[in-house]
């Protein structure tokens, strides 16, 4: 199976990977052959120069196709390219199992109408890598093109020339001249090309490098073959014959490489630049060489007019770039200035400083808020700033985190050099990193002066603990009150109540002995006189409240127990076991019972449910029916009950919350959240941090 990884362009695979390690074999087996003193002679090899060779080519053009076949990025390049090695590799094949075997083999041969659909194959996939690469047009690109063009040109007159001199004087058939001539004519057009695409692109892009380095290596291999023909010294399985193989590797395994643009790393920056510049020293050579060679005129006209090209393309890109530079540079100097002012004029602590500890940099106003005036800051160390607690917090706390992860909130306090008190502060602190590594240089912190409000935090705390006091002897109060009612109501209402139901239960029997008529009204009065006792036995429930001597749960499962007896089922879920300080239990019991009371009075409801849970630092609980619901808003204080208005201010005044709910099934949610103290809803102390 023949996979792609889409992330790299590289093609994978146990197929493909078996196909490129018998053609690299094969490649390495027949370069090693044409080394110097491998051979005993240099007459043609049947198996090296014959199969091996021949299969070497084959077998490449079967690991050119594997990109195309595979991967659709860029296909119209790489069916290019593995049509340039399918033609050259039949073109071998042609040759070795056909032409050769002929007694009068002619030229051009089918072989070589092989041979040249391969060049001009790789010509065209050089084409279209052009027109995908470059896609702007521009004065720089027309002045590269022409010191390529004149360059090479240049380097061509004066190496081939005489060998176009030979091949065009042998008395051969024109179309045997014209075939020999179209060889390093194609060479030529094939340097040409693939230095400019070197040019333009640099050597960034591995499979653009890979493939121009191939097809240059296979223009240089033919063009010499032309001159080795022409001058009669050719001869197979030379040094020529193994590079003009590897350039056809290079060229095929072009594609299983990634040829994506990627970032220019350093040293290969001026990659363009430095093609350029080696174009440039081959023009001096090659005026050198004019000069030391009876060369046509060309091959002096050409080189030298390439260097001034060259020499005025320079110039013009250095004018043109001077004024992008000073104009970029202008551009960072006013964003330098904006950031200077910037930090300079903050009210912020703000300061930098190296890995180490030695502080860089300190704003003006954060040498204010620290009282060192003009002091040099490069002598002192982070921990000169920060107070004790503040330096183990940061050993502790701030550096790790900022480590970890770069960056670090939190607050703590700066050391005041005049003697004063520690300075509250809010921190940012971050690693500054070079944006070219990515390497951390620099800590940097701002800081801000909250001494304003850790003030305001510590007077809301302030606030809260006398709330607690008010509200702990407001119901303390309350509480005794009602024991001292409840006691004067069971010392003195209902014993003397209880005197009069006695007198009254003898006076029935006396008047029941005389049959008088006065027996009915005597009935109704001790009837009267029962349901009073009753209303005081539990007013005096009321009075006396559960929750001061147990738990919360116990407390509302008393209430329940008396508030709905047998008139509706009920029951007291959740986390029974929760608690709260005395003061608030008490408050809680209170405002639970009443919302009980009015589902007796108001919900004709079925079933109840008291649920308690725990919320976030507080305890909720919940009154739940299935009665007929009522709007809260809508209901108004009535005289003798606590009234929900009065539910909802003690609640309040407790630091609690009050919420009453229609329920869309029917009947009401009444939910009373209340803080497991006072100071739970007070803003917290500031935690120690880091400079």
Not at 629 to 657: K, S, W, Y
């Amino acid at each position: 199976m023949t996979t792609v990884a889409p992330a790299h362009g590289l093609v994978t695979g146990r197929g493909p990977r078996s196909l490129a390690v018998v053609a690299l074999a094969m490649v390495a087996a027949f370069t090693v052959t044409t080394l110097p003193g491998v051979r005993g002679d240099t007459a043609f090899h049947e198996l090296y120069d014959g199969w091996l060779q021949g299969s070497a080519y084959v077998v490449l053009a079967l690991v050119a196709l594997v990109r195309p076949l595979t991967q659709g990025a860029n296909r119209a390049l790489w069916w290019f390219v593995a049509g340039g090695a399918v033609f050259r590799g039949l073109g071998f094949a042609l040759f070795l199992g056909y032409v050769r075997m002929l007694d009068h083999p002619s030229t051009p041969s089918i072989a070589d109408a092989a041979w040249i659909l391969a060049d001009l194959a790789m010509l065209g996939a050089m084409w279209v890598l052009v027109r995908t690469r470059v896609r702007g047009r521009s004065v720089d690109l027309a002045l590269d093109a022409v010191v390529v063009v004149l360059t090479v040109a240049g380097v061509a007159v004066e190496l081939l020339y005489r060998t176009f001199l030979r091949i065009a004087e042998q008395p051969d058939p024109d179309e045997m001249v014209v075939t020999n001539l179209l060889y390093p004519v194609l060479d030529i057009a094939s340097l040409v090309v693939v230095t400019g695409v070197l040019v333009r692109l640099g050597l960034r892009s591995r499979s653009t490098l890979l493939l121009t380095l191939g097809l240059a290596a296979d223009a240089i291999v033919d063009a010499t073959f032309a001159y080795q023909a022409s001058a009669g010294t050719y001869h197979p399985g030379t040094v020529l014959a193994g590079l003009s193989l590897v350039g056809a590797a290079a060229m095929s395994f072009a594609g299983w490489v990634p040829e994506g643009e990627q970032r220019e790393q350093e040293g290969y920056q001026f990659s363009r630049v430095l093609v350029a510049a080696a174009l440039g020293v081959v023009a001096i050579a090659a005026l050198v060489y004019a000069d030391l060679r009876d060369v046509p005129v060309g091959g002096v006209v050409l080189p030298s007019a390439a260097l001034l090209v060259g020499i005025g393309r320079a110039t013009w890109t250095v004018a043109r770039n001077r004024g992008t530079a000073e104009s970029v540079i202008s551009a960072k100097n006013a964003e330098l200035v904006r950031f200077q002012s910037l930090v300079e004029t903050s009210d912020d602590f703000i300061a930098m400083a190296r890995p180490d500890g030695t502080v860089l940099y300190v704003n003006p106003a954060g040498r204010r808020m620290v009282g060192i005036g003009g002091r040099d800051v490069s002598r002192m160390s982070i921990a000169d700033f920060l107070t004790e607690d503040g330096l183990a917090a940061s050993v502790a706390v701030e550096q790790p985190a900022v480590v970890q992860h770069g960056r670090w909130s939190g607050q703590s306090t700066l050391r005041d050099h005049r003697g004063g008190p520690p300075i509250p502060v809010a921190i940012s602190s971050f690693l500054m990193r070079d944006p070219t590594t990515g390497e951390p240089f620099a800590l940097a912190t701002v800081q801000r002066d909250i001494s304003d409000r850790v003030a305001a935090q510590s007077a809301l705390e302030r606030l809260a603990d006398e709330r607690q006091r008010l509200l702990d002897r407001l119901v303390q109060a309350q509480e005794d009150e009602r024991a001292r009612i409840a006691a004067d109501v069971h010392d003195d209402s209902v014993q003397a109540l209880a005197a009069v139901e006695l007198r009254l239960g003898l006076l029935r029997r006396q008047l029941a002995e005389h049959e008088s008529g006065l027996q009915e009204t005597a009935e109704t009065l001790a009837g009267t006189v029962s349901e009073a006792i009753g209303r005081l036995r539990a007013l005096l429930f009321d009075l006396e409240s559960p929750a001061v001597d147990t738990d919360l749960g116990t407390a509302l499962t008393v209430a329940a127990a008396d508030a709905f007896d047998d008139h509706l089922r009920w029951r007291v879920t959740g986390d029974t076991t929760l608690d709260l300080p005395e003061t608030l239990r008490v408050t809680a019991y209170r405002i639970a019972r009443e919302a009980m009371a009015n589902v007796v009075r108001h919900a004709e409801a079925h079933e109840v449910e008291i649920r308690l849970t725990e919320v976030g630092s507080g305890v909720e609980i919940a009154v739940v029916d299935d009665g007929r619901g009522f709007d809260a808003a809508a209901v108004e204080p009535r005289p003798g009950h606590l009234g929900i208005p009065a539910m909802l201010d003690r609640a309040t005044i407790a630091g609690g919350r009050l919420e009453l709910e229609r329920r869309p099934e029917g009947g009401m949610r009444v939910r009373l959240w209340m803080p497991a103290s006072l100071r739970d809803d007070a803003t917290q102390t500031p935690q120690e941090g880091s400079v």
